[in-house]
């Protein structure tokens, strides 16, 4: 990638999290201390799309900050990746009261980021965690989503944003804290994720 594009990229970038720092196009912004724009790689070949922002998000005004996000880091190096190889963000960039799952309302008012994501970032694979992000994945795409439990380890070949790639469903990491015979299904979808990355593009 030539010098010049990566600033354009940056600027685009800069462009989105700004819009994402003073949206107001739902309720959540009244209850927010920060909203969180995704962040990472902005020519990564994998993207990792959760839910929402929790409490440390939220605090901090970054990704996957929590427990949540230290599991997830853990997960990725394990598959010899590092946070900085890839793009993480959330469907909804605000936190919903008390982490409840966003509504409906909320990310239709917020999907709009993702894509704009998407379209930037250009992923070869996206890994969704959790059934938020599939199901917003799967309806960008025009597909039908039939839940985490039906849909995980599937690989997914979709069209979003003119980009296309593939989704792998899995669970969500904080689901896998509560749950720790899920870590071993979720380990194994982002070494799946790290190694379709790597396939030669087909003809
Ligand atoms: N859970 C999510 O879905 N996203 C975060 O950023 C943190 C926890």
Known sequence: ??????????????????????????????LRTNAVPGEGNLSAKIML???????????????????????????LEQAGLRRQDVYITNVVKCR??????????????????LKEEISLVRPKVIVALGNTAGSALMSLAGK?????????????????????????????PAAALYKPDLKDYLAKDIKEAAEEAEEPARA
């Not at 010098?3 to 107001?24: F, G, H, Q, T």
């Not at 440390?56 to 996000?69: K, L, S």
């Not at 839940?147 to 296309?164: H, L, M, P, Q, Y």
Request: net charge neutral; with cysteine.
């Open 49 to 75: 799309v959760g839910e929402a922002p929790g409490k440390n998000e939220d605090e901090q005004g970054r990704p996957f900050v929590g427990a949540a996000g230290q599991l997830l880091s853990s997960l």
């Open 96 to 113: 919903p009261p008390n982490n409840r799952t966003p509504t409906e309302d909320e990310v239709a008012a917020c999907i709009g980021f």
């Open 144 to 172: 039908q989503w039939r839940g985490v439990t039906a849909e995980r380890g599937r690989k997914v070949k979709v069209s979003i944003g003119g980009v296309e790639l593939t989704v792998i469903p899995t669970y969500h």
């Open 1 to 30: 990638m030539s010098p010049v594009s990566l600033d354009n990229k940056k600027a685009s970038y800069d462009d989105i999290a700004e819009r994402v720092r003073n949206c107001k196009a739902c309720p959540l912004h009244r």
